[in-house]
């Protein structure tokens, strides 16, 4: 990795959390004398009470930060979709955390969905590109940045969008050889602390239950990773991931 980058976890409305997390990318970029970006792996919106704001910070740290990257996940898309026209899984989105994303962008009881949607995209229109832009898998050097994860099946530049934003078990579960380290989101670790296994690092630490957002720090001149998190009662401070040995997952 040749610059200073930060890859945080699943937001899911915290935006609370997550400014705390990027006033202290701006204290420790500072501190290592180095100009940062910032990788988000999606996840941004639904279930906690800031979607909106939660998309605003993400947005004014793209433009604060060149080179960051906005990784679509499994929630952003449910939010594009309902954005763009009938979705098939609206009902269902709602129960899943939609409801709070439209609560934080003001709507109200009985208003008409179309309504809801053109006044949306009307009203915040950088928010729409920027879901629209935003890519589903980063590879640089040997990292892959991802929601949810890899097919392992596939080479990393064949993966399709339905599998980096929702596979769980064919990539959690497989021990064979990975040809990149899968930095990735999605399926909540135990513990409130980032995990690794092999070449895999988790980083969804539940932030809207637990109160917990994770980052994933990587400088250039180190060798390994460090790990941060942040919760209003505590702050922000340096954290050690929790390491699973997994048989079989270098690469060969």
Not at 97 to 124: F, K, M
Not at 210 to 229: K, N, W
Not at 230 to 239: I, P
């Amino acid at each position: 990795m040749q610059r200073l980058t930060y890859a945080i976890g699943d937001v899911h409305g915290r935006s609370d959390l997550l400014s705390e997390l990027i006033d202290f990318i701006r204290r420790d970029s500072a501190d290592r004398g180095l100009q940062p970006r910032v990788v988000f792996l999606g996840d941004i919106v639904d279930r906690g009470p800031d979607s909106r704001g939660a998309l605003d910070l993400v947005i004014e740290s793209l433009d604060r930060w060149p080179g960051s990257i906005f990784l679509l996940g499994n929630h952003d898309r449910y939010f594009l979709d309902f954005l763009m026209g009938p979705s098939q899984i609206f009902q269902k989105w709602l129960a899943q955390g939609g409801s709070q994303t439209l609560i934080s962008y003001g709507a109200t009881e009985g208003e008409n969905v179309l309504d809801l949607q053109r006044r949306i995209r009307s009203d915040y229109p950088r928010h729409l590109e920027t879901l629209c832009q935003a890519p589903f898998i980063h590879v640089e050097d040997g990292y892959v940045f991802v929601h949810a994860g890899v097919d392992p099946s596939k080479p990393v530049h064949q993966q399709d969008e339905r599998s980096c934003l929702l596979i769980r078990g064919p990539f959690l579960e497989y021990e064979g050889p990975l040809s990149h380290t899968i930095v990735h989101g999605h399926t909540p670790v135990e513990g409130c602390r980032p995990v690794m296994t092999g070449r895999r690092i988790a980083m969804d630490t539940e932030a809207y239950l637990t109160g917990v957002l994770s980052m994933c720090a990587f400088d250039p001149r180190s060798p390994e990773p460090s790990f941060f998190a942040t919760s209003l009662e505590a702050g922000v401070g340096e954290v050690e991931a929790v390491f699973h040995k997994c048989r079989g997952t270098e690469q060969v």
